[in-house]
């Protein structure tokens, strides 16, 4: 039996509108269609690697609402271990507004972590045994920085490292982008980063 893929990421509903243009500032515009549905990168990811055939583990942290209840239902029906996706009572799970413009496919998103962002690095040791076991780890920096850097800084996990990279500035307060979605493997196998972004912390 191959070894399982451990995810570290967010869930988030996404709700999607879609329209002929992009509202102007301060426009109330009429749009064609509106979708709700399952999203956030390391949900989506961590579906499409158990549609691919390879035992997941996901981790990250939801509220116990109606979004969380979406969630759930997603990684019962899709066969992805949920033993470390902890449902928080008096948070909130995360959504995203997501606005397409139809005639160019243009996109404006707005994504809100929610409980996602109350990720501590303690929450990576107490999943650690279903990592230790995993071939791969994969993070996203849509979880608090401070989860990656303890798990990138700790010595003894027997993983290869990647250094973090800044990107551009995002919005006048001076805020860089870390714009990294980190890829780990067991020592002495390599790894791999792909493009993700959010703000320091």
Known sequence: MTKPISILGI????????????????????????????????????????????????ITKIGKD??????????????????YVWE???????????????ETSENLIIVVPGAADDMVPEDLETAEAGIAKSSFFMASLEVPNSCN??????SKKEWNPYNFKSGTCCNSSGCSLRTF?????????????????????
């Open 88 to 102: 928080i009572a008096d948070m909130a799970t995360g959504a995203a507004s997501i606005v397409v413009n139809e």
């Open 66 to 83: 109606t979004f969380g209840e979406m969630a759930m239902k997603l990684y019962a029906d899709e066969g992805i271990n949920a033993e």
């Open 181 to 201: 979605r980190l890829f780990y493997t067991k020592r002495n196998r390599g790894c791999y980063a792909g493009r993700n972004s959010r703000g320091n912390r």
């Open 11 to 58: 869930f988030v509903a996404d709700l999607t509108f879609r329209t002929d243009r992009m509202p102007i500032k301060g426009e109330t515009f009429i749009g064609n269609s509106f979708k709700l549905g399952p999203g956030g990168k390391g949900s989506n990811q961590a579906v499409a690697t158990r549609r691919a055939g390879a035992e997941t583990i996901f």
């Open 149 to 154: 850097a303890a798990w990138t800084g700790s």
